[in-house]
């Protein structure tokens, strides 16, 4: 009787160590749910909105300007944000606030990238940080899930003439 039930005890907790194993390469290697909070991405993203991030796109080196990643904060790393790529490596970015008189540009380092949120009056970024190592980006946001009238693929940036192209 205890052979028994030590048998299926281990049988139990084998499959167990196994789904977890399965759900861990998925939820790292695929993509996931995730509920964003903050205004830093309004009017394309508002808090509580639930996205799908896929995180196959951070692996190839496949982000791209526009893209909206999740990304380990360089202010502290226990927690993710939600923010826009606005440059790549070696990419020409303005490195001041849209109310700044004078313009100031900067030039994005091998190996980084220059995020901001849409909402640019009420968002830590970038501006505010410099650019962020590549190697903190979790995934990239594909489409929105939550609410349902929301639902689909997300929309163009707001602040696209941030975008430079020199």
């Known amino acids: ?3 028994h039930v030590l ?5 139990f907790l084998g499959y167990t160590v196994q789904y977890g194993c399965i759900a861990h390469c998925a939820f ?3 993509g996931g749910i995730v509920v964003c909070s903050g205004p830093s991405m309004e009017p394309t993203i508002h808090n509580s909105d639930v996205v799908f991030s896929e995180n196959l796109s951070r692996h ?3 982000i791209r300007k526009g893209d909206i990643v999740i990304v380990k904060s360089p202010n502290d790393p226990k927690s993710n944000i939600c923010k826009r790529v606005i440059g790549l490596e070696g990419d020409k970015v303005c490195t001041s606030n849209p109310s700044d008189f004078l313009k100031s540009h900067s030039y994005v380092p091998k ?3 220059w995020l901001e949120g849409d909402n640019l009056r009420n968002s830590t970024d970038s501006r505010c940080y410099g650019p962020v190592p590549y190697g903190l980006i979790r995934g990239r946001i594909c489409f929105k899930i ?3 009238n ?3 693929f997300l929309r163009a940036s707001p602040n696209g003439h941030r975008f430079l192209d020199d």
């Open 111 to 113: 190996g980084h990238v």
């Open 60 to 62: 190839f080196y496949c």
């Open 28 to 30: 790292e290697y695929l």
């Open 146 to 148: 939550w609410p349902l």
């Open 1 to 3: 009787m205890l052979r």
């Open 7 to 11: 048998g299926k005890a281990c049988r």
């Open 150 to 152: 929301d639902f689909g």
